[in-house]
């Protein structure tokens, strides 16, 4: 039968042993407190005239915490050995995680002010990387004279406009992690894309793409008609595209050209309206796009979005990407049936130059913009002379 004598020595056995708990572990350590609880350590707290026995002191208490290795240091390299160069190595050195390899520099004669090596010219930079086992690489600030010449007239007393055509790079500082090391901001820029409203986006293509097929059926069963009495071959065609993290689909169009449109000169990029190649049907369906009408099929099986850069056939972007490496960005969202560069640019603007655009869009998307892009796709296709798009005001933020 329990009694209440029982109750009381049992409750003081506990007590008398935890109070020798809190002698035996240093509770400054992080670690150990994490190991009682909040109750726990109230109750030591509230009975401070308990004291250990002193005929027969506990065992001492053994806590053993797993305490994991200390990380690695990751092996930087920075570019620019500048005042800011060396500031950021300063920081990056004493938040421990870090362990500075040197600088490149495109001045070879400047002068060190730590005691980091200079191991080269930036052009050196890549051959470092893989010399030296360079985990992170980090760009410090080291301005052209145009971008020095643009923060000067920007913060003039003059209120010209100012404006830069930016680099690939960039157009994804939008998409990149804004951090800090020491007092030092980083950006990563190979980090993921900006949160998107994906499945309202998703939401969006499948009912779009599915009211626009059916009020478009009439116009394509003529299409289809037209291509079939006009020109021998099939009357929709599949090509290889890539996609949405690189992956190749086929993507479906009207047949607008000859069924031998390739055989003499291989993949090739069509001059538009004024390809040779295209049907007589065929420069007419190009003009009102309606060739494009059954990548809306795409769209419905997750391969396309209504609104995203257009993919390109993979010979063209093992080209591209050779040339521009930031072209393989592009891929991080779905592709579309129209896009930014197509209601920015036209067919024969330069690929490079339709990246800015991709990029942007990339940065900056949201479901308005899409709306926007959209409604100035239906204006390009009505009235290309007039429809050229203004992002002054656009809504990128």
Excluded at 194 to 207: E, G, N, Y
Excluded at 216 to 239: E, M, N, W, Y
Excluded at 250 to 255: L, S, T
Excluded at 262 to 270: F, L, R, V, W
Aim: glycine fraction near 6%; charge should be neutral; include cysteine.
């Amino acid at each position: 039968m329990v009694t209440v004598d029982t109750v009381v020595g049992s409750a003081g056995a506990l007590v008398r042993a935890l109070t020798a708990l809190v002698h035996h572990i240093n509770l400054n350590s992080a670690r150990t407190v994490s190991l009682l609880s909040p109750a726990l350590l109230a109750a030591i707290v509230a009975r401070p005239e308990i004291q250990p026995a002193a005929t027969q002191a506990p065992e001492p208490i053994r806590v053993v915490a797993d305490v994991a290795a200390a990380p690695q240091r990751r092996r930087a390299l920075i570019v620019g050995a500048g005042r800011v160069g060396h500031a950021l190595a300063k920081c990056l050195d004493e938040s421990g995680r870090f362990e500075i390899v040197g600088f490149v520099d495109e001045d070879p004669t400047i002068s060190l002010r730590g005691h980091w090596p200079l191991l080269g010219h930036r052009d050196d930079t890549e051959r470092l990387i893989e010399s030296e086992n360079i985990d992170e690489v980090f760009l410090a600030y080291v301005p052209a004279w145009q971008y020095e010449l643009a923060e000067r007239l920007t913060f003039a007393e003059s209120k010209v406009g100012i404006n830069v055509v930016p680099s690939p790079y960039e157009a994804l500082l939008r998409t990149g992690r804004m951090s800090h090391v020491g007092e030092i901001a980083v950006v990563s820029l190979n980090g993921q894309p900006l949160p998107h409203t994906r499945i309202a986006k998703k939401m969006f293509d499948v009912v779009a793409a599915s009211v626009f097929l059916i009020l478009s059926s009439p116009i394509s069963l003529l299409a289809a008609l037209l291509i079939r009495l006009t020109s021998p071959g099939p009357v929709v065609f599949a090509q290889e595209r890539v996609g949405h993290n690189g992956q190749v689909f086929r993507m479906f169009k009207f047949r607008s050209m000859v069924v031998s449109a390739e055989d003499a000169t291989g993949p090739i990029k069509s001059p538009g309206k004024n390809d040779d190649r295209l049907t007589p049907i065929g420069r007419w369906l190009r003009h009102f796009r309606i060739d494009e009408i059954p990548q809306f099929w795409n769209v419905l099986k997750g391969e396309m979005s209504m609104v995203g850069p257009r993919p390109e056939r993979p010979v063209f972007v093992d080209q591209y990407t050779m040339e521009t490496p930031t072209y393989r960005r592009r891929h991080d969202v779905l592709p579309g049936i129209t896009g930014l560069a197509q209601v920015c640019g036209d067919y024969h603007t330069h690929p490079r130059d339709k990246l800015r655009f991709d990029l942007y869009y990339v940065s900056h998307q949201s479901f308005l913009l899409d709306l926007i892009i959209l409604w100035r796709t239906v204006r390009v296709v009505l009235f290309p002379e007039r429809s050229k798009i203004d992002l002054s005001n656009a809504p990128f933020n």
